[in-house]
């Protein structure tokens, strides 16, 4: 098992900001989903960040310490979340920053890959070490964490069935869906299948596989792919999924799809913000 969670916290979040459904959220909350990270939008009694119970998992997933990758400005965190950048102490755990910098040459972060490369170079014990990365804005559940935590494949990521995440199909289509062989190993990423070819995608099991960005990654045999990643030809970004594929096109079945079936709460928009807070108040009670 091993103990080290990266979540991903730097993101530029332009989605949020730019959309503009907003009844029922209070003046509070629409302020710091346009301005800050979505993972501080408050909630609950003591108007703490969301951010808290994906934390709260982790810690009883069994996590000990955890790296939030965060932009350039990261006041907004370390007013919650401690003022050092390495170990505070936060409900049992070990928390500490990596700051994703933004090239001189862009206006907003490089990508998911780059995050994470820019967090193995500022702590280069992971770069040897297994860790599990995920996203601030996906609230997983301890099952799914301690499974990342403990599985016994090198590298691996949760294998959600498509029709277990209760979103509108609407949504749910835009999923890259992940191509599996017979022993659940990764073989493709494919962004938007046509549906004339969408029965080609379906696994042993009969289902459609998407990812959530929840990832159990061999530092040793990942950071070369990161660092290395070729930004995507659209968005010019460095991101995950493009260095995993190519990490596994030089590795075959050495990257495991764990099958998985539950829904994610997820905040992609302002409209997901009441989702997400009523999501909490039925499973968070004592919150």
Known sequence: MHSSLLIL??????????????????????????TQSKALISYGKENRPILDFLLLNAKK????????????QKDAFQQFYGKKTV?????GMLL????QYIPKDRKKPFGTA????????????LQKEAFTVCNCDNLYSVKALHEMATTTAQNAFISYDRDGLEFPMERISRFALVLLNTENYVMDIIEKPSEEHLENYR?????????????KLDGAQLFPYLKNCPPHPIRNEKELPTALLNFCNDHPNNFKGI???????????KEDILVFKNFLKTHFKEK
């Open 259 to 269: 099958p998985w079936r539950e829904h994610v709460p997820d905040l992609t928009s």
């Open 96 to 99: 500490s920053y990596a700051t």
């Open 114 to 125: 780059d995050a994470v490369t820019q967090a193995l170079e500022q702590y280069p014990h």
């Open 61 to 72: 997933a069994g996590y000990k310490n955890v790296y939030l990758i965060v932009g350039e």
């Open 87 to 91: 170990n505070n102490e936060f409900d």
């Open 203 to 215: 696994d042993a099991q009969g289902k459609f596989r998407v990812s959530m960005n929840i990832f």
């Open 9 to 34: 916290a730097g993101g530029a979040s332009s989605r949020m900001k730019t959309s503009i459904s907003v009844e029922g959220l209070s003046s509070e909350e629409i302020e710091r989903a346009n």
